[in-house]
């Protein structure tokens, strides 16, 4: 029999997750790592086929790296406040895929099925079908354990009538993609849409009230051409006229203001407890919100005012500074127009235009549908898998209202007639998986022989993907000192009552969000998260440091955690003596 660190892990896709998942487990003796991804290259989103021209995220400096591998400040940091290009996060992740995992990525190797399959020693094995993307040929792969990695960001979903399927078959004459296929098409894209400047100027027409939408129609404004951005309801924002210090944007305040599932500290019992509490911590969000509006010069009665809460969902980007090349600017400046509320219902007949829902049509010369992603999930594990080991989305259990009462915050109380409410009324925005602390399929957790990394909802996608890791290595380890519920059921229960609290804090979103980004829903609350991993491996929590008053105001860092293979081990050593 191998041992636990002899046998053979998959990890399912190269980008940021998988990366880190791989580079722990080899740092932690893992002898058999494989990285399987389709891509050419390292970086999932971030992959070189997919950073497209002006592409700027929402994370800083710090926030998208790995403790292993500092990152380099971008160009510009000081007037930016450290805002990454997608290019900076590309370069980033075929550095620390050279520097660590040189030989361990399969590139170009569609997985297209995990199945589990009886092994000769009674057990189970992973059996993994792949494709070769160059050459088509197929073949089986098998391995003891699999980490998911293929996050949440990889196939497109497009809403009803609206695909390129549909255009076809109404005789739409221009380009109509997939913001994901960007880079691909942004010269096709140019070539279809005449620019202003000529005497029979051109129009695209960009679906969607997202950050991916926000950069395509500042792509074309930026190329002289007519751009329309069809939305209902847009994506809330933050922002502000100059770099926000790191005290206020790498610290745990935002955290503090978020409620999570467990209010460790004095602080975030008053916050989210008491009468007094709730209406500063809803004060602050709000006057947040104004005050990036105003920094946006988004004025009243736009419909990018018609958004989504900063505080009760996860349709949140961070524009930082604003610059005259950015949507906001452009759309105050009169370069982008804005069809909203109104809702895209399919191509019109004529072959060169959008129908609206309410009626009105506009003129396209090409569509660009930025109307996010659904899971992958269902399209790589075979069926019996996918249910077997619980990933499939499903109703609210019957204890779920027991659960909710748990949750019962004075600033998690509803007001009436907001949208969260009605969206927490809505039966089709209850359903989730029950993924455990959102790393282990809860049903399966026993078998210690498939983890996911890179399905929680995090703003610091980082730290939290980089700590997941480590808990992933110790579960695969069998670590004596690493906690976890007794049995399947007491996991199920554990994971079905944190997705009653995902429906108490985030009204909808499960609903809104697909299942790979179900598992859990940190957000902005991901310090919380990240001290519940660390309590569950028996580590030190709350790692920023800080007395009674500073500790909110201290920045968290990667080094933070830089050591955990060493602690782990040393807790090992303690409980084998």
């Not at 933050?238 to 210090?245: C, D, G, N, T």
């Not at 935002?254 to 009468?275: C, D, I, K, N, Y």
């Not at 399919?346 to 003129?363: E, K, P, Q, Y």
């Not at 730290?463 to 976890?484: C, K, N, P, T």
Request: hydrophobic content about 40%; overall charge neutral; proline content about 6%.
């Amino acid at each position: 029999m191998p041992s636990e660190l002899e046998k053979a892990v998959c990890v399912v896709g190269a980008g940021a997750a998988g990366l880190v998942s791989a580079q722990v487990l080899l740092r932690d003796g893992f002898t058999h790592v494989d990285v399987l991804t389709r891509d050419r290259s390292p970086g999932g989103t971030w992959a070189a086929e997919r950073v497209y021209p002006e592409l700027r995220i929402n994370n800083v400096h710090g926030e998208y790296n790995f403790s292993a591998l500092p990152m380099p400040p971008p160009a510009g940091t000081d007037a930016s406040g450290g805002r990454l290009s997608g290019d900076d996060v590309r370069l980033y992740m075929e550095s620390f895929t050279d520097r660590f995992l040189k030989g361990r990525v399969r590139y170009g190797t569609d997985v297209t099925r995990i199945r589990a399959a009886p092994s000769d020693d009674g057990g189970k094995r992973w059996v993994v079908s792949v494709r070769d993307c160059s050459t088509g040929a197929e073949s089986e792969l098998r391995y003891d354990r699999i980490v998911l990695c293929t996050g949440a960001c990889s196939i497109p979903k497009y809403p009803p009538a609206l695909s390129p399927e549909d255009a076809d078959a109404k005789g739409f004459r221009g380009p109509v993609f997939h913001s994901i296929e960007f880079k691909k098409y942004a010269d096709k894209l140019l070539n279809a849409v005449r620019p202003q400047s000529d005497p029979e100027p051109g129009h695209a027409v960009i679906v969607g009230g997202g950050k991916s939408a926000w950069d395509a129609a500042a792509y074309l404004a930026n190329n002289d051409r007519k751009v329309t951005v069809v939305f209902e309801t847009a994506d809330a924002v933050v922002a502000s006229s100059s770099p926000l210090p790191e005290f206020i944007r790498k610290s745990r305040l935002l955290a503090v203001l978020s409620p999570s599932a467990v209010l460790r500290t004095r602080l975030e019992r008053f916050l989210h407890t008491t009468w007094l509490g709730a209406k500063l911590t809803h004060f602050f969000w709000s006057a947040l919100t104004e005050s990036s509006f105003k920094a946006l010069q988004i004025p009243k009665g736009s419909p990018l005012r018609n958004a989504h809460s900063a505080f009760w969902g996860l349709r949140t980007n961070d524009e930082g500074v604003p610059t005259p090349d950015r949507f906001f600017s452009l759309v105050a400046a009169g370069k982008i127009a804005l069809a909203a509320p109104a809702r895209a219902a399919g191509f019109g007949a004529d072959g060169a235009s959008v129908a609206l829902a309410d009626g009105r049509t506009l003129h396209a010369d090409a569509v660009v549908l930025a109307t996010g992603f659904r899971s992958s999930w269902q399209d790589i594990l075979d069926e019996d898998t996918y249910k077997d080991l619980g990933l499939d989305v499903h109703a609210p259990p019957p204890q779920d209202a027991a659960y909710r009462a748990e949750f019962a915050y004075a600033s998690l109380a509803l007001p009436a007639g907001t949208g969260a409410a009605r969206r927490q009324r809505d039966p089709r925005a209850e359903h989730a998986a029950a993924v455990y602390r959102g790393l282990v399929p809860a049903r399966n957790i026993e078998a210690r022989d498939f983890a996911i990394n890179g399905a929680i909802f995090t703003t610091n996608n980082g730290y939290v993907y980089e700590l997941g890791a480590h808990w992933i290595a110790s579960y695969f380890r069998r670590d004596a000192f690493l906690r976890l519920p007794a049995d399947a059921r007491a996991a199920l229960a554990a994971a079905e009552r944190n997705n009653a609290w995902l429906r108490v804090r985030f009204p909808g979103m499960l609903g809104y969000a697909n299942e790979a980004y179900t598992a859990d829903m940190a957000f902005f609350g991901w310090p919380q998260l990240a001290d519940t991993l660390l309590e569950d491996m028996g580590l030190p929590i709350m790692r920023s440091g800080g007395n009674w008053l500073t500790w909110p105001f201290r920045v968290t860092d990667l080094q933070e955690i830089a050591h955990l293979t060493e602690e782990r081990a040393a807790k090992r050593a303690e409980c084998a003596a």
